[in-house]
């Protein structure tokens, strides 16, 4: 058996965790991070690419910001396209904010770097991770890693261990609700090694589904369409997934260029909140404490709000003032809420539910009557590009 002690100790090494443990250490906070998938693993997830300009600032102010400054592509604004037509909304120009294109595995990578280099305690591939006295003054780390037997004494335990992880789970069921809901739809997702046909992400209503073209740099396209709940990667050939996209995003006078599909997959949509993110010494950050759908690409950025909040209540903690860790939870989930009002909307603006006949046509226009008010009011735009761009209240 293998004793331990660290200040915090942290569960799940995905962007939240490693985040925190980078932003703790900057401040002179020992943490341990505990992961059970290995490191290749870990480095090859693909998931969303969009940081609001507070993430952006956030990173750079703690020194992960090099490479995200040459690689990351800065965006002023977004297409919204409905009914053959795009319209453009200007983030800059309405608010003089932006957004920057970088994959989050960029960042995992740039996390990874850092941490190695200043040779950071994370244990990947670990096993049978458990959490223990999570409500006592002195909560507790157990895993195997390399047939040995870990114990980490703790202050704090965070689980930064996303939807399917033990963390969550350790509050007792009659301490936590869970407020969750579905989408009667699928996003199917590509990589194509192809450079992008457009500047800017195009978000795109059409009577088959929402559409949507991104992109992670010069020579890599990432594009996203609607299909159903239950539908299956491997009935979808490439070439009937071009198909499908040339249709919903074209637009007279432009045209999508293809090639080679380097990585394609299916995932459901949900919006989940658990009611509380503290319990005792835990605290929840990231996908562990909530999701969003992908539409907006909030999901990241949201956990970047909390490793700060949970970051500075920490650091707070160890100069003698509690007040910002007794918040941490009230403070997450209200921003939290803003976040998941603002992905359900561009969500249900965007997609297609043709769940109940009688009410498909009804729904879909009403969709298109609102992205109509939308391109033609500046105090809507504002609105979006406010709320997009991640503007901090
Ligand atoms: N023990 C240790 N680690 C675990 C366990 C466990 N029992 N269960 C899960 N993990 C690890 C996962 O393998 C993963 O590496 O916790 C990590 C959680 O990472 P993410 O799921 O990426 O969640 P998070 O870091 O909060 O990132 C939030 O990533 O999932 C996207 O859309 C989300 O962009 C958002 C961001
Ligand atoms: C992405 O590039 O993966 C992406 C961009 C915007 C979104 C969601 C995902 O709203």
């Known amino acids: 058996m293998f004793h331990e002690r660290t200040r915090v100790a942290i569960i799940g090494a995905g962007p939240s965790g490693l985040l925190l443990a980078w932003a703790l250490r900057e401040s002179g906070i020992d943490a341990i991070v505990v992961e059970n998938r290995s490191l290749e693993y870990v480095l090859a997830r693909i998931r969303a690419g969009v940081l609001e300009q507070g993430s952006v600032e956030t990173l750079t102010r703690l020194g992960l910001g090099a490479r995200l400054a040459t690689e990351g592509l800065r965006h002023d604004g977004i297409y919204l396209q409905w009914g ?18 970088y994959g989050q595995q960029e960042i995992v ?15 990947y591939a670990a096993q049978n991770v458990a959490v223990h006295d999570v409500d006592s003054r002195a909560p507790l ?18 689980g930064a261990d996303g ?12 301490e936590l609700v869970v407020h969750e809901r579905t989408y009667p739809y699928s996003w199917l997702g590509i990589l194509a090694d192809v450079a992008p046909s457009t500047d800017e ?30 539908e299956k990667i491997e009935d979808w050939s490439d070439e009937n997934i071009w198909q499908a996209l040339q249709e919903r995003l074209g637009v007279p006078g432009w045209s999508l260029a293809e090639g080679p599909i380097t990585e394609k997959s299916i995932t459901p949509m949900r919006s989940f909140v658990a009611s509380r993110l503290d319990y005792g010494n835990l605290f929840l950050v990231g996908d562990a404490g909530h999701i969003v759908p992908p539409t907006g690409a909030k999901g990241l950025n949201s956990a970047i709000t909390d490793v700060t909040l949970l970051a500075a209540g920490i650091i707070d903690h ?16 209200a921003n939290q809420w803003r976040v998941q009002q603002f992905s359900m909307w561009m969500t249900e603006l965007l997609h297609r539910d043709r769940t109940d006949p009688r009410t498909a046509d009804f729904d879909y226009r009403s969709q298109v009557g609102r992205l109509d008010y939308v391109s033609h009011s500046v105090h809507a735009q504002r609105s979006l590009a406010e709320q997009y761009t991640g503007t901090r209240f």
């Open 84 to 101: 053959g037509e795009r319209h453009r909304i200007d983030f800059a120009g309405l608010i003089d904010r932006t957004v920057t294109i």
């Open 109 to 123: 990578k740039d996390l990874v770097t850092a941490h190695s280099s200043v040779g950071s305690t994370i244990y």
């Open 141 to 158: 780390v157990t895993f195997e890693h390399e047939g040995e037997s870990h114990r980490v004494s703790a202050d704090f335990v965070v």
């Open 163 to 174: 939807f399917h992880g033990i963390c969550r789970p350790a509050i007792p069921a009659d």
């Open 201 to 230: 992400l195009i978000y795109a209503l059409h009577e088959d589904g929402f559409a949507m073209h991104s992109m992670r740099s010069a020579r890599v396209s990432r594009l996203y369409l609607q299909v159903g709940p239950t």
């Open 318 to 333: 160890y100069s003698g003032d509690d007040t910002k860790l007794a918040g941490y939870g009230a403070a997450a989930l």
